[in-house]
């Protein structure tokens, strides 16, 4: 399946959203979520699984810019 990297309209709404994970904790949430499931991840850290999915999508999204 292709990932689709977020559009200008998209990049604009989510700028205006107030961030209430700082970078560092979705950082360690993306580590843990390497030797463990999403579901445990979300226990562990209190960062719901669509954000955690949102915030690994825009990750791969800018390394495949790199």
Known sequence: ???V???LAT???LLKQT???????????????ETN?????EDI???SK???????NRMSCS???R
């Open 1 to 3: 399946m292709n990932k």
């Open 5 to 7: 990297c977020l559009t």
């Open 11 to 13: 990049t604009i709404t």
């Open 19 to 33: 961030m209430k994970f700082k970078k560092a904790q979705i950082d360690h949430a993306l580590k843990l979520l």
């Open 37 to 41: 499931s999403y579901l445990q991840v």
């Open 45 to 47: 850290t209190g960062i």
């Open 50 to 56: 669509s954000t955690i999915i949102r915030a690994k």
């Open 63 to 65: 390394d495949n810019k």
